[in-house]
């Protein structure tokens, strides 16, 4: 039986998987530093925004885009602060 790749492929693959994860480590470092009073206010406003759409459509109704116009903030933005509409509750 013929191999599907070549062993100097897979060793090319693993060292581009190196760098690849050495760069987006570093890249991380380099971002702006995270304000942690900010980041909870913002938290504090989506899920402000969360309970009245829960309020006014219920749980199953309420859409995350609902949620994020209700809050002022994009869907995007939304995902940075909780996974899932559950993590609203």
């Known amino acids: 039986?013929?191999?599907?790749?070549?062993?100097?492929?897979?060793?090319?693959?693993?060292?581009?998987?190196?760098?690849?994860?050495?760069?987006?480590t570093s890249r991380s470092a380099l971002g702006r530093p995270v304000d942690a009073d900010r980041r909870a206010a913002r938290r504090?406003?989506?899920?402000?925004?969360?309970?009245?759409?829960?309020?006014?459509?219920?749980f199953h109704v309420a859409s995350t885009v609902?949620?994020?116009?209700?809050?002022?903030?994009?869907g995007a933005n939304l995902y940075q602060y909780s996974a899932t509409k559950d993590d609203l509750i």
């Open 66 to 74: 609902e949620i994020s116009a209700e809050a002022g903030v994009s």
């Open 1 to 24: 039986m013929k191999p599907c790749c070549s062993s100097a492929l897979i060793i090319a693959c693993t060292l581009g998987d190196e760098t690849r994860n050495k760069r987006s």
């Open 44 to 58: 504090r406003q989506i899920i402000n925004g969360a309970r009245g759409v829960f309020a006014r459509e219920g």
